[in-house]
């Protein structure tokens, strides 16, 4: 299982993952859209956490170029906006949405969630 | 009394402090504008009225003047023809009688006795008595009630003035009888150049009642006086016979003269006279100008009435609808300023609102950092065995997690409460709303120990409405609440649902109330009481506003010192009202 982690904060997807780790789930982490794509070729990724709010390329963007190179890839989506309109976009396609700051266990249950489907 | 009746009628815009300078707020000076409209509706009315009633007044006056002078002047001129005629008469008859009879037969006392008997049967009265007088001034025949028998007149001056004119007419004077009486006399000239003259005396009976038959209105008086000012006839007014008049007498005329003259005690009389020809006979006809202008004082108080009446309706009517206007424009004016406020007032929300969202936000991230620190901190204690368990740190981590967690949620509600839409119609739990309200608040609620409960009742339904707009409303009400409440009061919020399937929320204080006479005025805007602390007075019209926007209604009950209660229906499934269309 491959899960991919995109946030502009280093601080915060650094922690989340070692956090992630600590509980056996292997996680790579990015600070840009860029770095993401650029390993999202060489690794099949089957689950995206990715902010929304990020500098140059959103998340919501960043999901639209995974989705079209790889389909398969599920998303969960984590903001520290949590306006109604980023709900209702993120929430069209069956992708979680959690609003900062959020709690690992929660987010863990999300996840399993989503890759049971 | 006045005063105060003025302070109740007062209109709202009276008291307007008057901006001369600064922005367009103030464009209107309405007690000028109020002042000019009455003055210029005052003066165009009024002016016209005023300018036709003095002239018909002094048309009135004048006309009836002229004819108390016309009247006057008839009444002269027919006395006079009458007393000319009375005296003309008596003149010719005796004229006649010289002409028709010899010296001798008058001379002859019985003939002259026949005579006298004869006239007197044939004229009415008027003559007395009669005598002969020769040219040497003795009196040679005679009869009458008096002996005067072979008295001499020869040094009298009637005696001189009839040997010169041949006709001489008399003032009334006593003479021996005492009585008041004037004599005729008329000479006949003999053809051997000697004369003889006849006298008789008439009594003044006849002018007497000639004149007091006059029918004089106006405290009239007619009278006869000589050209020396003695009175010839009594006079109702102005003295008895023969006493001096109190007036001078008027110049010479041959016609009727009405003057209008004061009297001596200054009172304006008509005075109307004319000279009887060749008598020393002035007949004076004297009308009190007061008496005879009685009727004309009448007309005037009416005409007085008739236009003090209508100034007073007119003024009251421009008063009235001057007022009305004036006070519409400033209410329209008030209404124009509360649209701009409530423009600059929202404008200052949203960017409050957009200023809130963006802190949140950036609070957030931060908020974000530390709780997955924490969470590693709390991590590497339970799942690497290294580290102590001391329960102490894990207690404190689970601290910071939990501070972090409410930090969340207050950013999450702010972010949600500062978020701008319009009326955006969702299904909202009533109870639920106003506990996230009070939230907001919590804390002043601690600081000062109020007691906040919230009782909502089972029946109440979801209801469709605008989330935002709810918010707003009631945080407004709790904020006035907490405002008007001491430290340690008491809030109590209710919501039940009543029979015509509203939802009724009371927020009900224990806190200073609301005067009776404040209470009509809450929901005005710029109504405050707090001026003086900053209040703008827009809080409870924006409330106002609000729950009619979203088809509610809004309700205040008060008591001075007890409390107040806002009660707020809304209705569960109507439709919110249409905002402006855009």
Not at chain 1, 21 to 37: P, Q, S, V, Y
Not at chain 2, 170 to 182: A, C, I, K, T, Y
Not at chain 2, 463 to 474: A, C, N, T, V
Request: hydrophobic letters at 40%; aromatic letters at 8%.
């Amino acid at each position: 299982m491959n899960i991919l982690l995109v946030d502009d904060e280093i601080e915060l997807v650094s922690t989340l993952a070692e956090r992630l780790e600590i509980r056996g789930i292997e996680a790579h982490w990015f600070t840009n859209a860029k770095d993401a794509l650029k390993s999202a070729e060489t690794v099949p990724y089957d689950l995206a956490i990715l902010d929304v709010k990020m500098p140059r390329t959103s998340g919501l963007e960043l999901r639209d170029r995974l989705k079209r190179k790889y389909p398969n890839i599920k998303f969960i989506f984590l903001t520290g906006h949590g306006s109604e309109e980023d709900y209702r976009r993120g929430a069209v396609d069956g992708a979680v949405y959690l609003v900062k700051p959020i709690q690992i266990d929660q987010l863990i249950a999300r996840m399993n969630e989503i890759l049971k489907t | 009394m006045m005063r105060t009746l003025f302070e109740k009628w007062k209109p709202a815009f009276w008291n307007l402090p008057v901006h001369t300078q600064g922005p367009f707020k103030h464009m209107f000076n309405f007690r000028r504008i109020w002042k000019l409209t009455v003055a210029l509706t005052a003066g165009v009315t009024l002016l016209p009225l005023i300018a036709i009633t003095l002239i018909d007044y002094n048309v009135t006056q004048s006309s009836i003047e002229s004819e108390i002078l016309l009247t006057t002047a008839r009444s002269v001129s027919n006395t006079k023809r009458s007393i000319s005629f009375f005296l003309d008469e008596r003149k010719s008859a005796l004229d006649f009688l010289v002409h028709n009879n010899t010296f001798e037969s008058l001379m002859d006392e019985s003939n002259l006795a026949r005579i006298l008997r004869d006239l007197q049967k044939g004229f009415g009265g008027g003559f007395e008595d009669m005598g002969v007088i020769d040219a040497a001034g003795l009196q040679r025949a005679y009869v009458g009630p008096y002996n005067l028998k072979g008295k001499d007149y020869s040094d009298q001056s009637w005696f001189r003035k009839v040997v010169e004119s041949g006709i001489y007419i008399s003032d009334v004077f006593l003479g021996f009888r005492n009585v008041p009486h004037l004599v005729i006399a008329v000479k006949y000239d003999l053809p051997d150049g000697d004369f003889y003259i006849l006298r008789s005396s008439l009594d003044t009976y006849r002018f007497i009642l000639l004149l007091s038959e006059l029918e004089l209105s106006g405290r009239g008086d007619a009278f006869m006086i000589n050209d020396h000012g003695i009175l010839q006839t009594p006079s109702r007014y102005h003295g008895k016979v023969l006493e001096p008049f109190s007036l001078p007498v008027p110049a010479y005329s041959d016609r009727t003269e009405v003057h209008e003259i004061q009297d001596v005690k200054g009172e304006p009389i008509i005075f109307g006279y004319a000279y009887i020809p060749n008598t020393p006979f002035i007949l004076v006809i004297v009308k009190l100008k007061r008496a005879m202008m009685k009727s004309w004082h009448q007309t005037r108080l009416q005409l007085i009435g008739f236009l003090v009446a209508s100034i007073t309706i007119i003024l009251l009517v421009i008063l009235g609808v001057a007022t009305y206007l004036v006070n519409n424009l400033y209410v329209t004016d008030q209404k124009r300023l509360m649209s701009l406020h409530q423009l600059e007032y929202g404008s200052k929300m949203a960017s409050i609102g957009r200023l809130a969202a963006g802190i949140a936000h950036e609070i957030n991230n931060p908020l974000a950092i530390i709780n997955e620190k924490a969470g590693l901190i709390k991590d590497l204690f339970c799942y690497k065995k290294e580290y102590a368990d001391d329960p102490r740190l894990i207690r404190t981590i689970d601290a910071i997690i939990a501070s972090v967690e409410r930090c969340g949620t207050i950013t999450k509600r702010l972010l949600g409460f500062s978020r701008q839409s319009d009326v955006m119609l969702q299904k909202i739990d009533v109870g639920e709303l106003l506990r996230e309200v009070l939230s907001f608040t919590g804390k002043e609620a601690e600081y000062r120990s109020i007691d906040v409960t919230v009782a909502v009742q089972d029946a109440v339904p979801l209801i469709e409405s605008d989330r935002g707009k709810l918010q707003q409303i009631f945080l407004n009400l709790i904020n006035n609440s907490f405002a008007a409440m001491e430290d340690g009061g008491h809030l109590e919020i209710s919501a039940v649902l009543n029979a015509a399937r509203e939802v009724v929320v009371s927020v009900k204080d224990d806190g200073c109330g609301i005067s009776e006479a404040d209470l009509r005025r809450v929901f005005e805007p710029f109504f405050s009481t707090k001026t003086q602390k900053g209040g703008t007075g827009l809080g409870l019209s924006i409330t106002y506003n609000l729950v009619k926007e979203i088809g509610g209604q809004i309700d205040v009950e008060s008591e001075e010192g007890v409390g107040t209660c806002f009660i707020v229906r809304l209705p569960v499934d109507a439709q919110p009202k249409k905002e402006n269309p855009k």
